[in-house]
């Protein structure tokens, strides 16, 4: 059971910049299907002005639209696991960081990750890799299920 949370943690670990790509695409396509609602003011004479907005019957339906809910929900998704992952990172020495950066967000494999780290053998950067998941385990436990 142990393995399967940690698989999905280090899933989420590799995909961190990906969701950060995928919040600004989504706010993208929520920009454009919510249009600014800017109104207009016409001074008719004596006290009176009228107030068109020519976008706004446009802007509600949009903004009621399933579309647009769908793309709400999936940046406040994208960023709650970003901010989750940030979070927890915070809280790890500079070496886990250090190894989590390397591993997860570069992509390196192991064999890489030693090297760079500067260690003579696998088994460090293992067990590093073991500290790291322990933690993450804990405080990235609401991302499991997301």
Do not use: W
Not at 18 to 44: E, H, R, S, W
Not at 100 to 119: D, H
């Amino acid at each position: 059971m142990n393995t399967k949370k940690e698989r999905a943690i280090e899933g989420h670990l590799r995909h961190y910049s990906t969701y950060k790509v995928g919040i600004n695409n989504c706010q993208k396509q929520l920009d454009f299907l919510m249009p600014n609602i800017t109104a207009t003011y016409d001074y008719i004479g004596g006290n009176s002005f009228h107030i068109a907005n020519t976008t706004e019957q446009i802007a509600i339906d949009r903004i009621e639209s399933k579309r647009a809910l769908d793309l709400h929900e999936e940046i406040e998704r994208y960023k709650i696991i970003c901010e989750s992952i940030e979070k927890a990172i915070a809280d790890l020495k500079p070496q886990e960081k250090e190894f989590v950066e390397l591993r997860y967000f570069q992509c390196m494999a192991m064999q890489e990750v030693t090297s760079a780290m500067g260690y003579s053998e696998e088994k460090s950067a293992y067990r590093i890799r073991r500290h790291v998941l322990d933690k993450l385990v804990i405080s990235l436990n609401n991302l499991i299920s997301l």
